[in-house]
């Protein structure tokens, strides 16, 4: 008897500008909720060496063609159709990447409101193709010898390689920055989740915004892609600490010196002022802040809060209050209207943040969760890649602490106490450098103390009391106008921030000569 249940749809790969399928064995993505397979994708015996000279020859000139704000309106196009699909999206993102319908928007409202963000930079921008980088300067005897930096298009292609956990979002704010700056990209999204990226590609491809080789996506493992890269290529990743490793010793981006930018793992923590009293905004906003960033997609956020600090005085007071804000929780399948948070993304997600929960647990107390199975609503028995919310509490801790060590990427954190400002700067900056942390507070001497402690550990700090109650944005926000990326174990990468984040597909020159020629050629700081 035929099977009723349909056959899991092939994710193709864009390439030189059509739809193509790889040969040989197909990787399966499941259904995180069921375990059934939902997609296959293939990159074996695609054609990569030409798919990367048809990106260079044909999308490069074709972007560089344009002025900012031409490239601007692209971004606006691929945003709209972002926004037209959304929908369908929700569906992709509970099916394959196992989010709850929230967690499905915040990928897909965060991908087109940064494409927007990028599409009305690159309308102020103007009729300009190329950027000014500071004032310029008299270099010689007289005004008219004079040097200025100006920035310009790399002539390459930029590779953007994805991690599960985003990939609306991912796709698309790689892609914003790179297309306003003039550079085509490939796109790889990370193959576990790859369906929701598959289905913008088409809309985008279809919408028929894009000029001629500027966008292209690859739907599968990555395979020898990174072998035809040269000199003036850029590659920026996000994902593991561990791929990141494996491609800073990439033979070819390191015999061409080709620009990695590295988005990794990061052991973001929020940190409670001894000032914050029992019903006051500022405890409020911190345990909402926290329970949302443990539990929203199902803690697979680089941005999540791993570790919570509270004063020695108040551990037990605040254990007792985010207990009660996550008991709530209902894990389950996302396509259950009552469920609250999800599956992780993958079976091996599960096996590391089962295995992960079980390292911190031997060290610390379990205050909630674990990592035993869980019975999750509108899920068979046993199916299903579901994990409890999970509290730890290590109640001595030491900066060489595991809590200070691993990201279990998951809904997992550990709360631990601090005695002063001091010791709370000591564990945060123990983490080894983060994408995020977080300080409430509305003590101006603590704030200040615990900023400029942990500030040369971090990408991005956010500071919450009383004065901005109702007003604050999630720590776990990535926010276009700021930089997103951190140093050290973070991964040491800068990406977004308004203008910031084009610094990466564009070559900085300095350029010497007669002022009224280099003005001519690329303008005036100014004008
Ligand atoms: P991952 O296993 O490192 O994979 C990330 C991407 O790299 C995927 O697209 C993967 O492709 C690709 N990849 C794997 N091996 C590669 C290789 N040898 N060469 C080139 N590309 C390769 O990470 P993940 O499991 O998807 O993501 C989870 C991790 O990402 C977490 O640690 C999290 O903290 C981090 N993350 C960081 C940020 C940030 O902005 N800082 C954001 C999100 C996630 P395949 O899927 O085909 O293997």
């Given at each position: 008897m035929a099977s009723l249940r349909p056959m899991p749809i092939t994710l193709r790969s864009y390439l030189s500008g059509r739809w193509q399928a790889g040969s040989g064995k197909a990787i399966p993505l499941f259904n995180p909720a069921t375990e059934e397979v939902a997609a296959e994708a293939s990159t074996e015996k695609l054609d990569l060496q030409a798919a990367v000279t048809f990106a260079r020859e044909k999308g490069g000139p074709a972007l560089r063609a344009l002025s900012f704000a031409q490239r601007g309106e692209i971004l606006k196009a691929l945003a709209k159709r972002i926004n037209d699909s959304r929908e369908e999206l929700i569906g992709l993102g509970q099916v394959n990447a196992g989010n709850t319908r929230s967690d499905a928007k915040f990928d897909i409202d965060g991908a087109s409101a940064t494409l927007m963000f990028y599409a009305e930079l690159g309308a102020k921008l103007g009729e300009q193709r190329t950027l000014l980088d500071g004032e310029g300067a008299p270099?010689?005897?007289?005004?008219?010898?004079?040097?200025?930096?100006?920035?310009?298009?790399?002539?390459?292609?930029?590779?953007?390689?994805?991690?599960?956990?985003?990939?609306?979002?991912?796709?698309?704010?790689?892609?914003?920055?790179?297309?306003?700056?003039?550079?085509?990209?490939?796109?790889?999204?990370?193959?576990?989740?790859?369906w929701m990226a598959h289905r913008i590609a088409e809309v985008w491809v279809e919408s028929g915004a894009l000029p001629e080789g500027a966008f292209s996506m690859l739907c599968g493992s990555v395979g020898g892609l990174l072998s035809h890269l040269r000199g003036q290529d850029?590659?920026?990743?996000?994902?593991?600490?561990?791929?990141?490793?494996?491609?800073?010793?990439?033979?070819?981006?390191?015999?061409?010196?080709?620009?990695?930018?590295?988005?990794?793992?990061?052991?973001?923590?929020?940190v409670l002022g001894p000032d914050a009293q029992t019903g006051s905004d500022t405890l409020n906003l911190f345990l909402t802040d926290v329970a949302k960033e443990m539990i929203q997609k199902t803690g697979q956020k680089c941005t999540a809060i791993r570790r919570i600090f509270a004063p020695l005085e108040r551990?037990?007071?605040?254990?007792?209050?985010?207990?009660?804000?996550?008991?709530?929780?209902?894990?389950?399948?996302?396509?259950?209207?009552?469920?609250?948070?999800?599956?992780?993304?993958?079976?091996?997600?599960?096996?590391?943040?089962?295995?992960?929960?079980?390292?911190?647990?031997?060290k610390s107390e379990l205050a909630l969760g674990g990592s035993k199975p869980v019975q999750a609503l509108g899920a068979a028995e046993g199916k299903g890649y579901f994990v409890s919310p999970t509290l730890l509490v290590q109640k001595q801790p030491q900066a060489s602490d595991l809590a200070n060590q691993l990201e279990v990427f998951g809904p997992v954190a550990?709360?631990?106490?601090?005695?002063?400002?001091?010791?709370?700067?000591?564990?945060?900056?123990?983490?080894?450098?983060?994408?995020?942390?977080?300080?409430?507070?509305?003590?101006?001497?603590?704030?200040?103390?615990?900023?400029?402690?942990?500030?040369?550990?971090?990408?991005?700090?956010?500071?919450?009391?009383?004065?901005?109650?109702?007003?604050?944005?999630?720590?776990?926000?990535?926010?276009?106008?700021?930089?997103?990326?951190?140093?050290?174990?973070?991964?040491?990468?800068?990406?977004?921030?308004?203008?910031?984040?084009?610094?990466?597909?564009?070559?900085r020159v300095a350029l010497q000569g007669e002022r009224a020629l280099i003005e001519q050629l690329f303008g005036s700081p100014r004008a």
């Open positions: 270099i010689g005897r007289s005004a008219r010898l004079y040097g200025q930096h100006v920035l310009v298009p790399r002539q390459g292609v930029a590779i953007h390689i994805n991690a599960f956990n985003f990939p609306a979002w991912g796709t698309a704010e790689k892609l914003a920055v790179s297309l306003l700056c003039g550079v085509p990209a490939i796109s790889k999204p990370a193959t576990a989740t790859a850029v590659v920026a990743f996000t994902g593991s600490g561990e791929t990141a490793q494996r491609l800073r010793r990439d033979e070819t981006l390191c015999a061409y010196n080709i620009p990695l930018n590295v988005e990794a793992d990061s052991l973001n923590a929020a551990l037990d007071e605040v254990r007792e209050m985010l207990l009660e804000r996550l008991a709530d929780v209902r894990v389950g399948n996302p396509t259950e209207e009552k469920t609250t948070m999800g599956p992780l993304a993958t079976a091996d997600q599960l096996r590391d943040v089962r295995g992960g929960i079980d390292k911190l647990a031997a550990t709360l631990m106490p601090y005695r002063d400002s001091a010791q709370a700067v000591a564990l945060i900056a123990a983490g080894g450098g983060g994408l995020v942390s977080s300080v409430y507070s509305d003590d101006r001497s603590f704030v200040r103390d615990a900023i400029q402690g942990i500030a040369p550990f971090h990408g991005r700090l956010t500071v919450a009391g009383e004065k901005l109650a109702g007003q604050t944005v999630p720590p776990g926000t990535v926010l276009p106008q700021l930089l997103h990326g951190g140093p050290g174990r973070a991964g040491g990468g800068q990406e977004l921030g308004g203008m910031r984040g084009m610094q990466l597909y564009l070559q």
